[in-house]
C-alpha cells in the first residue's frame, strides 16, 4: 500500500545542481533508514547515500563533497542534494527506504527520476 513518490529530476549542465526529493504516500508509523541509489544504462544499481534516523550518513566515493543527503522526519522525506554534477552522474536514481505501516516493517523503492548532466 505504501508508495515512494519521487520528484527532481531533470536535465542539468555540467557544474550545475539539483535537488531530488522522496516520500512515501500511505499511513506511516515510523522509517528507518533511507537511501538513494542511482543506475546508469548497462551499469549496476549502486547506493549513492543513505542516512539513518538519527542523521548519520554515509557516501559513495564517488559523490563525497558534492552530494548531500538529508532527511525532515516530520515530513517523512529524505533529500538529495547534488552540487557540482558531472556527466558521470547521469542515471536513474531510486529512493529506497525501510516503512513501518499497517503492513509492518517494509523495504520499499521509488520509481526512479532521471538525472542527466550533460551540455
Known amino acids: 500500500q505504501v508508495q515512494l513518490v519521487e520528484s527532481g529530476g531533470g536535465l542539468v549542465q555540467p557544474g550545475g545542481s539539483l535537488r531530488l526529493s522522496c516520500a512515501p504516500s500511505g499511513r506511516i508509523f515510523s522509517i528507518g533508514v533511507m537511501g538513494w541509489y542511482r543506475q546508469a544504462p548497462g551499469q549496476q544499481r549502486e547506493l549513492v547515500a543513505n542516512i539513518r534516523f538519527g542523521g548519520s550518513t554515509e557516501y559513495h566515493d564517488s559523490v563525497k563533497g558534492r552530494f548531500t543527503i538529508s532527511r525532515e522526519n516530520a515530513k517523512n522525506t529524505v533529500y538529495l542534494q547534488m552540487i557540482s554534477l558531472k556527466p558521470e552522474d547521469t542515471a536513474v536514481y531510486y529512493c529506497?527506504?525501510?516503512?513501518?505501516?499497517?503492513?509492518?516493517?517494509?523495504?520499499?523503492w521509488g520509481q526512479g527520476t532521471q538525472v542527466t548532466v550533460s551540455s
Open positions: 529506497n527506504m525501510d516503512v513501518f505501516g499497517p503492513e509492518g516493517g517494509r523495504n520499499y
